[in-house]
């Protein structure tokens, strides 16, 4: 079974900084993309930025400039530095994780969601 699990939100002011963290840990046999998605309340969810296992990036046009995706393929954890927060960043913040696992003799890919953590840029 896999898992990922994200730390680091919080409360901020506006023009304050955050970073998240996630981490993936399980039966993990290969750790593909990993990324960033967000829901304010009463919205979709939506992408925030996204990072491939060989770090390209990829970013919503809200976050560019603000916000960095990286991530440590020798701990299976992404982290997201938040930068320049505006109240409209105010969400709870998903991870997402593409996994290779192993089933006896086959390989299987499965998209992974963390529970959230809740991000709010308030004065």
């Known amino acids: 079974q896999v898992q990922v699990l994200e730390s680091g939100g919080g409360l901020v002011q506006p023009g304050g900084a955050l970073r998240l963290s996630c981490a993936a840990s399980?039966?993990?046999?290969?750790?593909?993309?990993m990324g960033w998605y967000r829901q304010a309340p009463g919205k979709q969810r939506e992408l925030v930025a996204t990072i491939t296992e060989g770090g390209d990036t990829n970013y919503a046009d809200s976050v560019k400039g603000r916000f960095t995706v990286s991530r440590d393929n020798t701990k299976n954890t992404v982290y997201l530095q938040m930068n320049s927060l505006k109240a409209e960043d105010t969400a709870l913040y998903f991870c997402n994780a593409d996994v290779t696992i192993v089933e006896g003799p086959f390989y299987r890919l499965l998209e992974v969601w963390g529970q959230g953590t809740l991000v709010t840029v308030s004065s």
């Open positions: 399980g039966s993990i046999f290969a750790l593909k993309a």
